[in-house]
């Protein structure tokens, strides 16, 4: 049983590939949100997928619980610390904690099954994705930009994608002439008009609301760097294994960061704590908390990470 969020289900995909791993004749049921839904299913392991579509009076977890009682389960494996374990016939559990320990979430679910080493995310791709990443994303250097998020309040403004983009692809940048990449879930065009007319549209591939998550992370695979936002996409770009950095602002970088030795971040001048503790501060709102990230302060770390991989590489 994984995450509801896009981001938390793509983190917790290590812990599930690990299982595999220990159990390579275990046959995988998955419970999660809808939008992860994709994630699992090209896991050849998994043979079933149940999504779990939130209704009124805790009814989904009802829903779960008579969709899974009849089967007796070796291990359940409990992501959202519901009270299911306790009341499906199982020989063994492993049900997560939430604690206040500045680590990685990836570390922390490991070590709800007491795994000395993180588990790493991955994604399953098939050759159907390949196939559909190869129409998308053509040969030649690309830039992946992920500008939108869940909330307002992660999202770099546009025109700041579009200036970082313009001197990431420009004359002088570290590629030039490279295409750019735009990705992002159906419902959220609005959000980046400005960054999508900005770029020259010979050299803009439009992905919004195109793909699914493993069509997404196959095309990923394709591009040369990704710079987005904290969000589900910045998740799935790490554990596709573009080198990926990540943008914060009003998130702690310590539990989310992107994952893995091809990533960096960068964070807005405030810390975490800074932003959230403001005078000013509203959950509520979805004006941006990350104006005060320059793109210079972002282009540089971008040229940094594209050096360290082109090192790795060689």
Not at 267 to 293: C, G, H, K
């Amino acid at each position: 049983m994984t995450s509801n969020r896009v981001g938390d289900a793509i983190l917790s995909t290590g812990l599930l590939a690990h299982l595999i791993r220990q159990y390579p004749a275990a046959r995988v049921t998955v419970a999660c949100g809808p939008a992860a839904e994709s994630l699992f299913q090209s896991c050849t392991s998994v043979e079933r997928v149940i999504a779990l579509r939130k209704q009124r009076y805790a009814g989904h977890w009802a829903r779960l619980w008579a969709q899974t009682v009849s089967t007796f389960w070796n291990i359940v494996v409990d992501l959202r610390g519901s009270a299911l374990a306790w009341v499906l016939p199982h020989a063994r559990h492993f049900i997560y904690r939430p604690n206040d320990k500045p680590i990685h979430r990836v570390e922390s679910l490991g070590r709800t099954m007491g795994l000395d080493a993180a588990p790493t995310p991955q994604v399953w791709l098939n050759e159907e994705h390949a196939v559909r990443a190869k129409e998308a994303i053509p040969e030649g250097p690309v830039v992946a930009l992920g500008p939108t998020a869940n909330w307002g309040g992660k999202q770099w403004p546009p025109d700041s994608f579009l200036d970082l983009a313009l001197r990431l692809t420009g004359p002088s940048g570290p590629l030039a002439g490279a295409r750019v990449a735009v990705f992002g879930a159906n419902g959220e065009r609005s959000m980046v008009g400005a960054l999508l007319d900005g770029i020259p549209p010979d050299r803009t591939i439009d992905l919004i609301g195109k793909t699914d998550l493993p069509v997404a992370a196959a095309c990923l695979r394709r591009c040369r760097l990704f710079v987005g936002n904290d969000s589900g996409l910045m998740h799935l770009a790490a554990a596709a294994g573009v080198p990926t950095l990540g943008l914060f602002g009003p998130s702690p970088e310590q539990h989310y960061r992107p994952w893995g030795s091809h990533t960096a971040f960068v964070r807005t001048p405030e810390s975490f704590e800074q932003i959230v503790n403001a005078t000013d501060y509203d959950y509520r709102s979805q004006q941006s908390r990350m104006t005060s990230l320059s793109v210079d302060t972002v282009l540089s770390a971008a040229e940094e990470l594209l050096d360290k991989t082109k090192e790795v590489t060689a």
